[in-house]
């Protein structure tokens, strides 16, 4: 659950949103052209000299047809090497190839989006659109990619053509209308989006749990289910620890009373008892990490592959990888661990007090 978890997030801001996005007032209301950032050169400064990744963005809304299928879309305007250095949406192609840094009138289509036109590689596609000055702009564009699922909005109308291209389609001059950040979990999400908010005044700049808060929700769920599991998990086996500390306390009673007819002290019983448990916990611990490092390992790298069940799908306008894979990280192998040994050490205080508490005759005397 917690490599899905990771896995869901890292799709989220590696592959096009990015962990925080910077826009004009008003903008994601409406997406209007004329709703543009301001000074965007100062945030890409900010960006470049603190290192992180930016990939400046402008939209804009169209038609394309091929041959007598046609269908509205969503016009990104990227520049190709940014979008490579920050994201991984150049990489995430079914067909073909991304756009290439020289503008050549070329385009990479959304997968239901070239399904419903029935693109394909190498498709001659129709565009036309209104422009930033009020006049229709027309072009003909090539298909070079179709992208893999990758969110229903960018599947079902994305058509992404080259920043220049798109500043020639809709006459938009120097107009940018996103600007998406990625440090790729280096910088602290809380801090990223102060450092972004300091260099853009008066501009809309939210992170991934702000502009997914569905996604968000499910990643707060999930962390409770894996509380709420692992408390269970750890009742279970406190239980199961005092049990069978109970059932040997039982066993032993003569021999407890002899001890302590010798001069043992009830501290001395008690911490028996205690260490024992903590050894039985050891021994338990020493072999269950075995097993689960070598569980957690074979999911690590290989995962579990549902395509069978359910192919490739999207929750909250995110894609999923349909394999599943667990995430191995010092937190969850460690305090698993370090909880147990304090549980299997409470579990045990309770037998060891009833031994620490035997009458020694009586003891003794027990069959």
Not at 14 to 40: C, F, T
Not at 116 to 130: F, K, N, R, T, W
Not at 256 to 280: H, M, N, Q, S, W
Request: glycine share 8%.
């Amino acid at each position: 659950m917690d490599g899905l978890m990771e896995h869901a997030v890292s799709n989220a801001t590696n592959l096009v949103v990015g962990e925080v996005q910077v826009h004009a007032s008003g903008y994601l209301a409406d997406r209007s052209i004329y709703k543009s950032l301001a000074h965007p050169d100062l945030i890409l400064k900010t960006a470049l000299d603190n290192n992180i990744g930016a990939a400046p963005r402008r939209y804009g809304y169209g038609l394309v047809a091929v041959g007598t299928k046609s269908a509205g879309a969503l016009f990104w305007g990227v520049d190709p090497a940014r979008e490579r250095q920050t994201f991984d949406l150049a990489k995430h192609l079914s067909k073909g190839k991304f756009l290439s840094q020289t503008p050549k009138l070329t385009m990479v289509l959304g997968q239901k989006l070239a399904k419903s036109l029935q693109a394909e590689v190498g498709s001659e596609v129709v565009v036309l659109v209104q422009a930033a000055d009020g006049s229709l702009g027309n072009e003909l564009f090539t298909v070079t990619g179709i992208l893999k699922t990758a969110g229903d909005s960018i599947d079902r109308n994305a058509a992404l053509i080259h920043a220049k291209d798109f500043t020639e389609l809709f006459v938009s001059g120097e107009r940018i209308h996103e600007i998406a950040f990625n440090s790729r979990g280096r910088i602290p999400l809380e801090e990223l989006g102060g450092l972004v908010a300091q260099s853009a005044p008066d501009q809309e700049v939210k992170n991934w749990r702000q502009l997914l808060p569905s996604v968000s929700d499910m990643v707060n769920l999930f962390d409770a289910f894996i509380w709420v599991f692992g408390l269970i998990f750890v009742l279970a086996a406190g239980m199961g620890v005092m049990n069978t500390m109970l059932m040997a306390t039982y066993e032993r009673m003569r021999e407890f009373g002899i001890i302590k007819a010798l001069g043992a002290t009830p501290y001395r019983i008690i911490r028996d008892v205690a260490v024992e448990a903590l050894i039985l916990a050891g021994i338990a611990t020493a072999l269950g990490s075995i097993l689960a490092l070598a569980g957690s390992y074979y999911l690590q790298e290989v995962g579990l592959d549902t395509t069978m069940f359910a192919g490739s799908y999207t929750v909250g306008g995110v894609a999923f990888d349909p394999v599943w894979r667990a995430t191995l990280s010092t937190k969850a192998f460690v305090m698993p661990i370090v909880l147990m040994a304090f549980i299997s050490l409470v579990a045990s205080l309770y037998p060891a007090t009833l031994a620490a508490r035997l009458d020694p005759v009586r003891a003794i005397q027990r069959p």
